[in-house]
């Protein structure tokens, strides 16, 4: 069964410190991984995609399919960081989320 | 270009009260999605469309029930509504192209006393 795992509900981290939201994920076949970031009371928003290989706002995440894992990675947190992040999988017409990681930046 | 938009944005309800969140898109997706959102559980899929009269049941779709009879909607039913249902329900919908991110409305808070 496909399974996405976040295993850390809450993190907090100073500003200017280095972030990493980790993700791990159950799937048979070829996965497509997303990193979805949701801000105080708005809808969730893509942040990455895996396919696309890009840095958006800081944060890159790298798919390893040996550790089944798709960790987002920021190396200097900002306040407006702040947010829940959600991992996804797809398998294609179904999208599997994790429970999410509220990320809290210090100032 | 309006994206996903949902409707209500917020609703009470009594327990065995009925109602319909409507879902509408404008990017001319195939696939429409229903999820709640609950703390700690992430979002639950409830019930989903792959296209024009066509749904298909998710995670937990006990208690709901969906019609996607126009391409541009998808709605959400709940013909009696329980407090376990209280919850934020987030409206998505995609392309079919692989790789294609969902697009989320604004989402409704739900609450049933």
């Known amino acids: 069964a496909q399974r996405v795992t976040q295993p850390e509900k809450l993190l907090s981290v100073f500003k200017g410190a280095p972030v990493e939201l980790k993700c791990n994920y159950s799937?048979?076949?070829?996965?497509?991984l997303f990193w979805y970031v949701q801000y105080s009371r708005q809808r969730l928003q893509l942040l990455l995609r895996h396919i696309s290989r890009e840095s958006i706002k800081g944060f890159t995440a790298d798919l390893n399919k040996g550790e089944t894992s798709f960790h987002l990675k920021k190396p200097f947190a900002q306040e407006e960081d702040s947010a829940m992040y959600y991992c996804a999988l797809s398998t294609g017409n179904q999208f599997y989320f994790g429970t999410g990681t509220s990320l809290t930046v210090i100032p | 270009n309006a994206g996903v938009t949902q409707t209500p944005k917020f609703r009470v309800l009594k327990t065995g009260q009925s109602m319909t969140l409507l879902c509408a898109q404008d990017m001319n997706h195939e696939y429409m999605y229903w999820y709640r959102q609950d703390p700690g559980m992430g979002l639950r899929l409830i019930h989903y469309s792959v296209g024009e009269g066509t749904t298909a049941k998710g995670e937990v779709p006990d208690g709901y029930n969906v019609s996607r009879l126009k391409k541009q909607n998808f709605l959400l039913g709940l013909e009696s509504a329980a407090p376990s249902q209280t919850s934020v329900y987030f409206c998505a919908s995609s392309q079919t192209n692989r790789g294609s991110p969902l697009h989320f409305g604004n989402g409704t808070r739900l609450t049933v006393t």
């Open positions: 799937y048979s076949g070829s996965p497509e």
